[in-house]
């Protein structure tokens, strides 16, 4: 995250203030307080409970976010935020041996909650384990990236449309972004590529799974940069923009699918280019 972007101006202060002390993301704290928490006008508060699981507390954001900064060094020696919650709910030593046994069975990406999450066991605060399945999923289509660097707009928009090789109306189940072949294509979000492929339609795509049902998908594509099975980084590069399968020219088809469903993907996300200094909405 960065502190100059539009999106971070618009967090509450004492969220902005919790992220700036601790490193923490201010998109996982608010993303923390829409499932767990609440908002006053002098503070924002995560309800949790720091010494006994049956009694559940309101702690100040910040306090929650050097709580998360701390288990998070504690269960992996680095900073990263989901991590850092896991830690909190199922202790350093589980969440430690639960991306170890996730390593071990061939997980590309073991540190991702969604690839270690099955090898938990029993959680020390049952609240904060329960919600958190849910606080990843929502951090994670609130942190979304573009996958352009670019903004020369979309040249075909999510939902209904006359279709532009066969005539006939029926549903675009993405967004068509005009740009040139050779343009790199970046993921969304990290994740695993479950396919980087070709058939007719499609022409050559690759279909990444960023957990908890969560899955993007880029077609007609010139060049892959990913092969199936591989783990990616977060506005890595998969591909570059192409004109293969059916199409009628060059662009990328982003499509943004939650638990199997096609979704706008202008509605999630930040959208923003790949320093996250600005918002970008491209104009349609």
Known sequence: WNQDSMAYNSFPSSVRQAALETG????????????????????CYINYSPSNPNRTVPIPILGF???????????????????????????PTATRSAIVQARRVGS????????????????????????????????RLRTLNWPLSTQRGITSPFGMRRHPTKGQNHFHNGIDLRAPIGEQVFTAHSGIVLEAAQNPFNGNYVKISHGLGVESFYCHLSEFAVTQGDYVDQYQVIGQVGQTGRVTGPHLHYTLKIDGVAVNPLHYGLAADPHGNKKVRPNS
């Open 65 to 91: 976010a050097r709580a998360i900064s701390a288990a998070s060094n504690a269960a992996t020696s680095d900073r990263e935020d989901i991590i850092g919650l896991a830690a909190l709910a199922w202790g």
């Open 24 to 43: 923490v993301s201010p998109d996982l704290l608010l993303s923390t307080l829409g499932i767990l928490g609440f908002c006053t006008v002098v503070d």
């Open 108 to 139: 590309r990406g073991p540190e991702l909650f969604s690839e270690h999450f099955a090898y938990l066991g029993s959680p020390l605060q049952e609240k904060l384990a329960r919600a958190l399945p849910v606080i990843v999923g929502l951090n």
